[in-house]
């Protein structure tokens, strides 16, 4: 979520359109020059990926690249990072320069393509695997690592930015910052975890029958149980929250709350900064007060 917020708290944003088409004809030639047999397609489903669709001497590829800039350059060794950590050299195949005509160079990761789930995923399932993959990268740290800190940088940014356009009621605003403080003054004994950042139905993959996490380029130094409280607070996971918010954790149930208001909090921060908010079914106020209603 941090780079999405990055992304649309600057003004002057790259096109990502112009940007996928630039690097295309690079991508392209650099891959045909080993005179494989390649075809190469922009994937769209993604946010800010600049992402392709290939298929190499037959084999069904994913290609993935980045914005302009060092920054996004290192998100991008990050979750290369991160990947072969995980799986091996099963999912991140081969990572690359592409050279553009610009004289500029992407970095970029050839995968195996992936196929999505087949169906919605139950909560006990997403706790599992976000938990499984915090276990196995364990203390390791990539390069480059975000903290918490961020987070609750942005949090006191969005709470004035609601507040500021009416988006959120006096007293919501009030407990949402209570809590936020809360968890900022317990951060110290809380369990430190390497965390996904954008632990999302889209990003849990299948290779053949093996679950596989991708997109770690939010990766950041956080708390355990972080991710699996994220994925509760996508739009088709809701039906869950009431039942599902705390307990699965280990966190302290106020913990786990201040955590779910943070995320949604910045969720909303994000589709106001980003526009999206206006074509949303439920408002932010609506969105953060069902957190703190919930009972447990
Ligand atoms: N290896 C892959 N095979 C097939 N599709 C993929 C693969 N990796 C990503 N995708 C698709 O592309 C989308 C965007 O890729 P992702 O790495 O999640 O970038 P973004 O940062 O834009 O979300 C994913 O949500 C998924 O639909
Ligand atoms: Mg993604």
């Known amino acids: 979520m941090l780079g999405k917020i990055g992304f649309f708290e600057t003004d002057d944003r790259p096109d990502i359109a112009a940007d996928r088409a630039r690097v295309l004809p690079a991508l392209r030639q650099q891959l045909q020059s080993s005179g494989r047999a390649v075809s190469v397609t922009p994937a769209l489903g993604g946010t800010l990926g600049v992402c392709f669709d290939a298929e190499i001497a037959g084999e069904k590829r994913f290609l993935k690249t980045h914005l302009p800039g060092a920054d996004a350059r290192a998100s991008l060794a990050k979750e290369a990072d991160v990947l072969v950590r995980l799986y091996g050299s099963t999912i991140v195949l081969d990572r690359f320069d592409v050279r553009l005509a610009d004289g500029t160079a992407?970095?970029?990761?050839?995968?195996?393509?992936?196929?999505?789930?087949?169906?919605?995923m139950q909560p006990a399932e997403a706790a599992a695997i976000a938990g499984e993959s915090s276990e196995r990268l364990g203390d390791w740290r990539p390069d480059h690592l975000p903290s918490f800190q961020l987070y609750?940088?942005?949090?006191?940014?969005?709470?004035?930015?609601?507040?500021?356009?009416?988006?959120?009621?006096?007293?919501?605003?009030?407990?949402?910052?209570?809590?936020?403080?809360?968890?900022?003054?317990?951060?110290?004994?809380?369990?430190?975890?390497?965390?996904?950042?954008?632990?999302?139905?889209?990003?849990?993959?299948?290779?053949?029958?093996?679950?596989?996490?991708?997109?770690?380029?939010?990766?950041?130094?956080?708390?355990?149980?972080?991710?699996?409280?994220?994925?509760?607070?996508?739009?088709?996971?809701?039906?869950?929250?009431?039942?599902?918010?705390?307990?699965?954790?280990?966190?302290?149930?106020?913990?786990?709350?201040?955590?779910?208001?943070?995320v949604v909090l910045l969720k909303s921060y994000l589709a106001v900064r980003s526009g999206a908010y206006l074509k949303h079914a439920v408002p932010p106020q609506a969105r953060i007060a069902e957190i703190l209603e919930l009972s447990r």
């Open 152 to 262: 609750l940088a942005s949090a006191a940014r969005a709470l004035e930015t609601l507040s500021d356009r009416n988006l959120i009621e006096q007293a919501t605003a009030a407990e949402t910052r209570r809590l936020i403080a809360r968890l900022e003054e317990r951060l110290p004994k809380l369990p430190a975890a390497l965390c996904h950042g954008d632990f999302g139905p889209k990003n849990i993959m299948l290779a053949g029958t093996e679950l596989r996490v991708i997109d770690w380029e939010d990766a950041f130094d956080g708390i355990a149980g972080y991710d699996y409280l994220y994925w509760l607070t996508f739009m088709e996971n809701r039906a869950f929250l009431p039942t599902a918010a705390f307990g699965r954790t280990g966190l302290a149930p106020d913990i786990e709350r201040a955590i779910l208001a943070l």
């Open 106 to 120: 992407r970095l970029c990761l050839l995968m195996p393509a992936l196929l999505p789930l087949a169906g919605p």
